[in-house]
């Protein structure tokens, strides 16, 4: 009994539950072959400045490794990391903690989360990232240590980099600092105001050099939201674009060798990408209006017909944040976890939001509860970025939000269920960061 209860040890539980994770999760893609898309190739040039196919985290991580089945192994790895320290961050704020570092491991082996593992493209890494954002945050909203704030400042920037559409991470994070510093005008708060503004700007200079790729995601709009609905066609007309015969009953992809050498030089194509039928139908006088005006036209038709935001995304959310099956993004991996665990969104929607609640209520433990509110609702301006900017693949640019809303809602659990106080700065903090 004596030896039962020294493994039921937090640290040692957790060590041991780690371990069983890491090997699990080894062993759901153990012998398979990684899988690549017509993106993944786009994924191994790096480039931090100039044109830019892809944000630069993916490619960096994919020069460092070389090879598909390395790059499988990191995926895992950095999973490990991610999900273990969100499950030790998660036991940390509540009585239960054997109980919360269980279920976020469990949640961490969903088919929905590891088929991910085997595709050789950017979401295993940003679903890892997202969730070590989540465990930095309740680190850092615990500990002021060098290592809290070290691991936030990592989790910020390779969750920001990772798709151009988290970039409003960090320019949430930026507009808060100057906000902070502003009202109070202390010294450690400029230092911060000058880094996440400095940070935004080269995100900024990232999203410039992204825009021949977003000009691609511009037409998938096009094709499939504005042609087909009269309203918004002529909403579009009457605002600037081309009118030009035959585009609106054109639909699917072509072959690059169709589009016109001029239309290339304006929009320049990722690597094996397809271009989308209005690409090829609407020639260089759509070519360069998207390029000029597609985007912030759009954005008026989203600001003044709210409507048809709100209608686009009750479409897509049940899709995008509950996927039926792991299918939508074909891979082989093997899980024990039926994925019936991961739904329904809902359900997990609104546990986070009813425990959130409660915490406010309570007033306990307010920075980290003012933490995780702040973080979900970057999580739904991220998700509603996701969705009315993307016309394909929705279910896979939505999969690091339809994570984060269990691991929020996991967490908020178990802040609603923690303890009387709030934990102060652990040993192996102050330890770690000497």
Same mark, same amino acid.
């Given at each position: 009994?004596?030896?039962?209860?020294?493994?039921?040890?937090?640290?040692?539980?957790?060590?041991?539950?780690?371990?069983?994770?890491?090997?699990?999760?080894?062993?759901?893609?153990?012998?398979?072959?990684?899988?690549?898309?017509?993106?993944?190739?786009?994924? /191994?040039?790096?480039?931090?400045?100039?044109?830019?196919?892809?944000?630069?985290?993916?490619?960096?991580?994919?020069?460092?490794?070389? *090879?598909?089945?390395?790059? +499988?192994?990191?995926?895992?790895?950095?999973?490990?990391?991610?999900?273990?320290?969100?499950?030790?961050?998660?036991?940390?704020? *509540?009585?239960? @903690?054997?109980?919360?570092?269980?279920? +976020?491991?469990?949640?961490?082996?969903?088919?929905?989360?590891?088929?991910?593992?085997?595709?050789?493209?950017?979401?295993?890494? %940003?679903?890892?990232?997202?969730?070590?954002?989540?465990?930095?945050?309740?680190?850092?909203?615990?500990?002021?240590?060098?290592?809290?704030?070290?691991?936030?400042?990592?989790?910020?920037?390779?969750?920001?980099?990772?798709?151009?559409?988290?970039?409003?991470?960090?320019?949430?994070?930026?507009?808060?600092?100057?906000?902070?510093?502003?009202?109070? @005008?202390?010294?450690?708060?400029?230092?911060?105001?000058?880094?996440?503004?400095?940070?935004?700007?080269? =995100?900024? +200079?990232?999203?410039?050099?992204?825009?021949?790729?977003?000009?691609?995601?511009?037409?998938?709009?096009?094709?499939?939201?504005?042609?087909?609905?009269?309203?918004?066609?002529?909403?579009?007309?009457?605002? %600037?674009?081309?009118?030009?015969?035959?585009?609106? /009953?054109?639909?699917?992809?072509?072959?690059?060798?169709?589009?016109?050498?001029?239309?290339?030089?304006?929009?320049?194509?990722?690597?094996?990408?397809?271009?989308?039928?209005?690409?090829?139908? %609407?020639?260089?006088?759509?070519?360069?209006?998207?390029?000029?005006?597609?985007?912030? *036209?759009?954005?008026?038709?989203?600001?003044?017909? &709210?409507?048809?935001?709100?209608?686009?995304?009750?479409?897509?959310?049940?899709? *995008?944040? =509950? &996927?039926?099956?792991?299918?939508?993004?074909?891979?082989?991996?093997?899980?024990?976890?039926?994925?019936?665990?991961?739904? &329904?969104?809902?359900?997990?929607?609104?546990?986070?939001?009813?425990?959130?609640?409660?915490?406010?209520?309570?007033?306990?433990?307010?920075?980290?509860?003012?933490?995780?509110?702040?973080?979900?609702?970057?999580?739904?301006?991220?998700?509603?970025?996701?969705?009315?900017?993307?016309?394909?693949?929705?279910? @896979?640019?939505?999969?690091?939000?339809?994570?984060?809303?269990?691991?929020?809602?996991?967490?908020?659990?178990?802040?609603?269920?923690?303890?009387?106080?709030?934990?102060?700065?652990?040993?192996?903090?102050?330890?770690?960061?000497?």
């Amino acid at each position: 009994m004596r030896r039962l209860n020294s493994l039921l040890r937090t640290p040692v539980f957790f060590a041991l539950s780690l371990a069983v994770y890491a090997i699990a999760r080894w062993a759901a893609s153990a012998g398979e072959v990684a899988t690549r898309f017509p993106d993944s190739s786009g994924y /191994e040039h790096l480039n931090f400045s100039g044109n830019i196919e892809r944000f630069w985290v993916v490619p960096l991580m994919y020069s460092i490794v070389r *090879t598909d089945s390395q790059r +499988v192994i990191l995926h895992i790895a950095i999973g490990v990391f991610t999900w273990g320290y969100l499950a030790w961050r998660t036991g940390s704020i *509540t009585r239960l @903690r054997r109980v919360f570092i269980t279920g +976020v491991l469990v949640l961490g082996l969903t088919p929905q989360i590891i088929h991910f593992d085997l595709a050789i493209l950017s979401e295993s890494l %940003g679903i890892s990232f997202a969730v070590g954002a989540l465990a930095a945050t309740l680190h850092l909203s615990q500990s002021s240590s060098r290592l809290a704030r070290l691991l936030w400042v990592v989790f910020l920037v390779l969750t920001s980099f990772t798709r151009p559409v988290n970039l409003v991470v960090v320019f949430a994070c930026a507009g808060y600092s100057i906000v902070k510093y502003f009202l109070s @005008r202390h010294h450690r708060h400029r230092a911060s105001m000058i880094f996440l503004v400095s940070l935004s700007l080269w =995100g900024a +200079v990232q999203l410039r050099g992204n825009e021949s790729a977003s000009a691609v995601n511009f037409y998938t709009v096009l094709q499939r939201r504005i042609c087909p609905n009269n309203d918004a066609y002529n909403w579009f007309i009457a605002h %600037g674009l081309p009118e030009i015969a035959g585009l609106r /009953e054109v639909r699917g992809y072509g072959r690059s060798t169709q589009l016109e050498n001029d239309v290339r030089e304006i929009v320049h194509l990722p690597m094996q990408q397809m271009p989308p039928m209005t690409m090829i139908a %609407g020639g260089v006088v759509l070519a360069q209006w998207v390029q000029d005006h597609g985007w912030t *036209t759009y954005a008026k038709y989203i600001a003044t017909h &709210p409507s048809s935001a709100v209608r686009i995304i009750q479409a897509k959310a049940h899709k *995008t944040l =509950g &996927p039926r099956d792991e299918t939508f993004l074909p891979t082989r991996t093997r899980t024990i976890i039926p994925h019936q665990l991961f739904d &329904p969104w809902w359900a997990w929607l609104m546990i986070a939001l009813a425990t959130l609640a409660i915490s406010w209520l309570s007033r306990a433990k307010i920075r980290i509860v003012q933490a995780m509110t702040a973080l979900g609702t970057v999580t739904t301006v991220v998700f509603t970025a996701s969705i009315l900017t993307s016309a394909v693949e929705y279910e @896979r640019h939505g999969a690091t939000v339809a994570a984060m809303v269990r691991v929020l809602a996991i967490a908020s659990l178990a802040l609603a269920l923690g303890r009387e106080k709030a934990i102060e700065p652990s040993e192996d903090d102050d330890v770690l960061s000497r």
